[in-house]
């Protein structure tokens, strides 16, 4: 399948999921009908993963990072919803840090609010979010080179470039299939974070943002300064967003670091020696 924007793939990470993108989440109330506005009122709740659109959430993200006091491993700021007797849903006036597990309701003519206890769904942190982003089903770039026929010269300048299979595996510009982790549905947006070619004479580029290119414009070369046989490969960075029930997409903050990309073998001749297939 070919990678474009959008394009679902990562059919080892996703599931069937029992939950609708944009549909809420509901707890369970422990005492089914509590003490109202009448005998035995019918009350019911739900939670909203926090997305931009809601005033409630403006922050509310950082503050659950310092609450944990660990920003890979907190609990996602979430909107409650009440419903009382069928009737309509009302948002709780500040987000919480993960579900709450007690929900305020009107009390009866004359009296207070009261509080109702709530068993909350499991929900994942942001570290059960990050570890499937990693997780996924990645492709694995290889690097094309240039002189064409993986042949060049010693102190010919060299051009690199990462390329991209076309299979099954997720790759930068992709979407997941959706993940289903606890009772959240998550789907992820995949993206390049930078890319390192190792030359195969112990130097590599470094981290860089490039893919690199042809003559005469890509900006990753190389010059060898011997000759023989250099196992030449390109190491690649993904990040990129998640979303959580259809919501907004919000930054993963974190890096899946791929391993064991294709190896290619460079042939570096003496200058003596005539390239018949030289070609840029």
């Known amino acids: 399948m070919t990678g474009a924007a959008g394009t679902l793939k990562g059919a080892e990470a996703g599931a069937n999921p029992t939950q ?3 549909k809420a989440i509901s707890a369970t109330i422990a005492k089914t009908h509590v003490q109202g506005p009448a005998n035995k009122d019918k009350v019911e709740v739900k939670y909203v993963p926090c997305d931009n659109s809601m005033p409630q ?7 659950c990072i310092t609450e944990s006091g660990n920003p890979n491993n907190f ?29 305020t309701v009107p009390g009866a003519p004359g009296e207070p609010p009261r509080t109702v206890p709530v068993q909350p769904p499991p929900v994942p942190t942001m570290a059960q979010i990050q570890t499937a982003f990693r997780e996924l089903p990645f492709s694995k770039p290889s690097v094309s080179i240039q002189p064409k026929g993986n042949k060049t010269l010693k102190g010919l ?16 510009g992709e979407t997941s299939k959706p993940v289903k982790l606890l009772s959240w549905t998550i789907d ?21 943002t490039s893919t690199g290119g042809t003559y005469p ?4 070369t190389h010059t060898y300064k011997n000759t023989g046989n250099m196992d030449v490969k390109v190491d690649a960075r993904l990040t990129g967003q998640y979303r959580v029930n259809g919501g907004d997409w919000q930054d993963i903050a974190t890096v899946a670091d791929l391993q064991d990309e294709p ?8 200058t003596r020696t005539r390239l018949t297939s030289y070609t840029y």
Do not use: I
């Open 20 to 22: 609708q993108p944009g």
């Open 57 to 63: 959430c403006v922050g509310t993200r950082a503050g």
């Open 75 to 103: 609990d996602l700021p979430v909107v409650t919803q009440v419903s009382v007797n069928d009737g309509p849903w009302q948002s709780s006036a500040r987000a919480s840090c993960g579900p709450p597990r007690a929900v």
């Open 157 to 172: 300048e060299t051009f690199y470039a990462a390329t991209w299979p076309d299979d099954s595996g997720l790759q930068p």
């Open 188 to 208: 992820f947006r995949v993206a390049a974070q930078d890319y390192r070619y190792d030359f195969g004479d112990g130097t590599t580029s470094g981290w860089t």
């Open 217 to 220: 414009d890509g900006d990753v």
């Open 263 to 270: 190896v290619d073998t460079l042939e570096v001749l003496g």
